[in-house]
């Protein structure tokens, strides 16, 4: 599985779109990008994952470079619910051997 | 109720202490999963299991135990518990319905673990 690399820190203003970039230079054609965040030691919640195409839901956005070896998720309207630890995540496994790096600490400032 | 629901929430024991931490599910996945975390870190796996009859172990299991009692059901055990086992634990669901090749976890609150 690719090895990814995020910033380990980022702030945002409340209402303001929150982007969060992940490096995944070694990603092969058959790895999902996932997204998970993780509110103050609760349990990590999905965000969203994407393959090739740019992915939306209720939560996030999700853009992946034509090369695939970066993404950005994409919080439209911070909101201070939204302070959390960030975690992108690239793998092949379909059996959930996700592994998790330390994550971007995202905190959304009034 | 939750999806996924984690027992104790925390504990506090002393070395040498046989520990179980227990995880059911109300989503009717077939995956569970046990995953530690320590501070300031990302989580790491320590057993997985894909259906009742199915156990492996992740990248950390040494020291640590599993039962899948049934397809709701997934225990994590701490045969003799010692200090560097201090952690947060995590279980996990997914479901194998409709798999794309994604999988997609639902986790559980946390069960926070002290060994003295």
């Known amino acids: 599985d690719a090895k990814t690399t995020q910033p380990p820190s980022m702030d945002c203003a409340e209402g303001r779109a929150a982007n969060l970039p992940c490096n995944h230079s070694?990603?092969?054609?058959?790895?999902?990008v996932y997204w998970y965040r993780q509110i103050h030691s609760q349990g990590p919640q999905y965000i969203i994952h994407?393959?090739?195409n740019n992915e939306t839901n209720e939560m996030a956005s999700l853009i992946i470079t034509e090369d695939r070896k970066s993404s950005t998720l994409i919080l439209p309207h911070a909101t201070l619910r939204d302070t959390a630890v960030y975690y992108c995540?690239?793998?092949?496994?379909?059996?959930?051997?996700?592994?998790f790096g330390a994550g971007t600490q995202v905190v959304v400032t009034p | 109720d939750a999806d996924v629901t984690q027992t104790p929430r925390n504990r506090i024991t002393k070395t040498g202490k046989r520990i179980m931490l227990e995880c059911s599910q109300t989503k009717g996945h077939d995956r569970m999963y046990w995953y530690r975390q320590d501070p300031g870190l990302g989580l790491r796996l320590i057993y997985y299991s894909f259906d009742v009859k199915d156990i492996n172990k992740g990248e950390i299991s040494d020291g640590y135990s599993v039962s899948r009692q049934a397809q709701a059901k997934f225990s994590l055990s701490l045969e003799s518990a010692i200090p560097n086992q201090t952690a947060l634990y995590f279980c996990?669901?997914?479901?194998?319905?409709?798999?794309?090749?994604?999988?997609?976890?639902?986790f559980g609150a946390g069960s926070r673990l002290t060994v003295l």
């Open positions: 070694t990603i092969s054609g058959n790895e999902y």
């Open positions: 995540i690239s793998s092949t496994d379909s059996w959930g051997k996700l592994q």
């Open positions: 994407g393959l090739k």
């Open positions: 996990a669901t997914s479901d194998t319905t409709g798999n794309s090749g994604a999988n997609v976890l639902t």
